[in-house]
């Protein structure tokens, strides 16, 4: 049943969807990109602005579908400082490409859309849909510049991989459905109630293969063999996106799939059965993803596919929180998640100032940062601040979300996979130390004139956000800590 409170409760999606529609009448009637680009970033500012209204009323049911709580509100608010800091840097990029440059922002409203969707789903059709709105555009956004071939290669690999990993995604909600007799949350709670029997098996079968596909998403090894092509293929903004917003939305669905579907017990505790063989299954994922992302960011030598390899350790980290379960899990996945939006768009940001659509190749090798000390400072500290955050180093917001996770760890008692963190830690402080060394490096050539001031601000801002939270993380943390996960039947 729809109501007045219900209506407040999803402003957010109300509003982004208006934002969608509005957008594409603007290219209809007449095409002009900054307009186009400029009301992109005015309703997105908006649609984060709608966001106390609907805190008023939560926690909120809509329909059988969806839930608006503390959880999925602070998510939506982090989607959308991440989607605003991707436009500002696409707006820029795209200045001088070739060709139709207005339909990236549609594609972009759009898969937005799907992820505001994705953090208030409560129900498998619900995920499905919003899962695939957010997805499908990123496919026209990473081949965008059609021209170039790696944009296409990249667009043409994530399609197709995509495609198969939501063809088991499905298949593990038809054996969910098949035991239970419902696609909701919570109904999935029923299954690992059931013993040991075949029953127990099916439904721990679909669920391993549902969040096989959400896997797929989070670039969580074995899944991850995607992500460094595309990646590498993408631009630079859209990079920052797929870094971000698709990866926050997945791991927000993937949090209350988890608590809501009774893989946790209320307090957090380790249940027997299924879903503790469950809890074993990702803990081996993340251990996985930690060594497989640092091994393959070690020699790299595009900087892209280098944040591409270390988004999949990055991610491993976080299931470490996950695994861990309980209140503080959420708190510690906030705050990590937190840590690496700003990061990566700083890190991308910097990328992005230095690159052009139409120069063929982003400006992403270690050869083109080379000497960026010299050339130019601010952004030579900027990416080095972000880098030393990636590896976790104090006074940037990365200490303070690897921070969470160990706390995490050590309160569940997970001290093998407290052990993969710090290894991966030790592996991947070597490759940003590498980067930051060329930055600093003699190298001749000509200082960098910094034209773009809307990308030069939201680097800016993404630096200033990783310091303070590395310094003052308390709001954040009074933030997370009163923002749970309802538990609604």
Known sequence: ???????IALLPQLVSSALVIVVMMLIAIRRNYNLVAGVTVVGLAATLATIPWASQVAPQTATALFIVDGMSLFYTGLILAAAIG????????????????????????LSVNGALLLVTARHMASLFVALELMSVPLYGMAGYLFTQRRSLESATKYLVLSAAATSVMLFGMAFLYAQSGRLDFGGVAALFTSGHGLDAFLAQAGLVLLIAGLAFKLSLAPFHQWTLDVYDGAPAPVGAFLATVGKVAVVAVLLRLLQMGGVFGANGEY?????????????????????????LALRQESLKRLLAASSIAHFGYLLVAIVAGGVFANEAAGMYLTAYVFTSLGAFGVISVLSQAGDGRDADTLAAVRG????????????SVMLLSLAGIPLTAGFIGKFYVLAAGMAAGLWWLLGAVVIGSA???????RVIAAIYAPAEGEPVRVAHGIATLTVILALVTVLVIGVWPQPLAHTLYFAPIAQVP
Not at 1 to 7: A, G, H, K, Q, V
């Open 1 to 7: 049943m729809i109501n007045n409170d219900s209506l």
């Open 86 to 109: 991707s436009t500002l840097l696409l707006w820029t990029y795209m200045e001088n490409a070739a060709g139709n440059r207005e339909e990236v922002f549609l594609l972009l409203t």
């Open 271 to 295: 249940p027997a059965g299924p879903a503790y063989s469950l809890l074993n299954v990702l803990a081996v994922v993340a251990v996985l993803s930690i060594l497989a992302g640092n091994l």
């Open 372 to 383: 960026l000390g010299r050339r130019s400072p601010l952004l030579a500290l900027a990416l």
């Open 427 to 433: 592996l991947g402080l070597y490759f940003y130390l």
